[in-house]
């Protein structure tokens, strides 16, 4: 090998066409598999909280330990519009752009009144 990378040679348009294969092959097993699917069944509500868990992990981060230019931002900021957010998301019947657009607007409200 004489640690030589193998791949250092091939065509960028044969590489780019090898990735569209490859993901085009999971899509396609995606839905293939995707009729068989009960989506009332335990294993699937289990995956569906997992999904839930993690997407809320991953708020409560950005909001609690930011990084990058929304770390300059004070947490009073980012938590009032998330509260307020969520508590029109729930005004709204569970409606995700009402929610997301008031957190959105709020924080930068109180971003731009510093």
Not at 16 to 32: D, K, Q, S
Not at 45 to 59: D, E, P, S
Not at 75 to 104: C, E, H, P, S, Y
């Amino acid at each position: 090998m004489g640690g030589k990378a193998i791949l250092t040679n091939v065509e960028p348009s044969i590489i780019l066409t090898l990735c569209i294969v490859g993901t085009f092959i999971w899509r396609a097993l995606g839905v293939a598999v995707a009729n068989h699917i009960d989506i009332s069944s335990d294993l699937f509500q289990w995956f569906n909280c997992v999904a839930y868990a993690m997407l809320a992990g991953l708020i409560s981060r950005i909001i609690l330990i930011p990084s990058g230019s929304l770390e300059t931002t004070l947490l009073f900021d980012r938590v009032t519009a998330m509260v307020i957010g969520f508590i029109i998301f729930l005004i709204f019947k569970k409606n995700i752009l009402w929610g997301t657009l008031t957190a959105f607007l709020i924080f930068l409200g109180l971003t731009a009144l510093r």
